[in-house]
């Protein structure tokens, strides 16, 4: 078993790779809990496909277990279903030592953390991610939070997980859209901060259908968990996870949150980052090039033709802008990411034109 720690002093935790780690879950939580009221938040198509053998195998180790379902879509996020989620953990009798498992992709992390964040001021959970997209990206880092009709994730907070539960076998049954979103935010790790991973996986995807999802997942576990480790709370370093996101989020809002998926409207964002960081002479034109090159090996969907004044009311909301200014993130190199506030709502509108 691959074992990744994310180093936050008191709020340390293990991030836990390996096929079929889904039936070792409730061995590994008696070792790190009690037995005590256990809540499992997820969806329905979710629960058909794991929940039963995560349940039969908690109830064969004597762990006590509810089941809250939310929506299946990114609707979930909401502060309706928030409330929802709420007054079913007092329906149950949950107390402060009762504890969540959020079972699912990047919505059902986000929305249960939030809730394990602020029931009766916060309680322990532990992700168990669903997706490629949750696995190496929204499951770790302690970051929670809902939509709102102005934005993505403005209401949230960062409460860290207790622990990770990676299980790659669950890709087996996962869409293969679903699959390929995840490998923006992949290449993502690559272009902000390690060039060597950069090279495996622009080799890897030129075979696709044979992409090592296991290696890809635990070599950009290591990259978060180093700069979570080194940022918890997004005041520097974490800043650059950022990259593509600023455009990304906007597109999402824009076109639809369950119209296109978050790893490929980040993937274009990432191309629009690209152009702007050349653009700004932080990014030279061969390695902009090369940038590209990777991206448009993606599987990507097309978009809606996107006109100028589509996304910047949606940049304009975004949550990095500070005094007016927005730290934007670039690439001055391949493998290195920093934040700027030099750029302009004129040059991002710009970038538009790649979409």
């Not at 991610?129 to 009709?149: A, F, H, Q, R």
Request: charged letters at 25%.
């Amino acid at each position: 078993m691959i074992e990744v720690p994310v180093k936050l002093g008191p709020k340390s935790y293990n991030i836990f790779i390996e096929n079929q780690l889904i039936s070792l879950i409730p061995t590994i939580l008696k070792k790190e809990v009690s037995p005590k009221n256990i809540i499992i938040i997820s969806q329905d198509i979710i629960l058909k496909n794991y929940g039963k053998q995560l349940l039969d195998n908690l109830s064969n180790n004597s762990l006590k277990c509810e089941i809250i379902t939310i929506s299946n879509s990114e609707n979930a996020k909401s502060l309706n279903e928030y409330q929802k989620v709420i007054k079913q953990l007092f329906n149950f009798k949950c107390d402060r030592s009762s504890i969540i498992l959020a079972l699912g992709g990047g919505v059902v992390g986000d929305l249960a953390g939030f809730v394990a964040s602020t029931f009766m001021r916060g309680i322990k959970y532990y992700q168990i991610p669903t997706t490629l997209l949750s696995m190496v990206d929204s499951s770790i880092g302690g970051k929670t939070g809902i939509n709102t009709m102005q934005g993505k994730n403005l209401i949230g907070s960062y409460h860290q997980p207790k622990a990770v539960f990676i299980d790659p076998y669950l890709l087996k049954s996962l869409p293969i859209e679903e699959v390929y979103s995840g490998l923006g935010e992949i290449v993502k790790y690559g272009f902000i901060y390690n060039m060597q991973f950069l090279e495996k996986i622009n080799n890897w995807l030129d075979d696709i259908n044979n992409f090592p999802f296991t290696e890809a997942i635990s070599e950009s576990c290591k990259i978060k968990a180093k700069i979570v480790s080194e940022d918890e709370r997004e005041n520097g370093l974490r800043r650059i996870l950022n990259f593509g996101h600023t455009i990304g989020h906007a597109l999402e809002a824009h076109i639809g949150y369950n119209e296109i998926r978050h790893g490929e409207a980040i993937s274009y964002g990432m191309l629009c980052a690209g152009w702007i960081s050349n653009r700004n002479d932080f990014l030279n034109l061969d390695e902009y090039d090369k940038l590209v090159r990777i991206i448009k090996k993606l599987p990507l969907p097309k978009i809606p033709k996107i006109h100028k004044d589509d996304l910047l009311p949606y940049i304009l909301k975004d949550k990095k802008n500070e005094k007016n200014k927005l730290n934007f993130v670039v690439l001055n190199k391949l493998g290195n990411a920093i934040t700027t506030d030099k750029i302009t709502h004129n040059k991002i509108v710009e970038s538009f034109k790649l979409l």
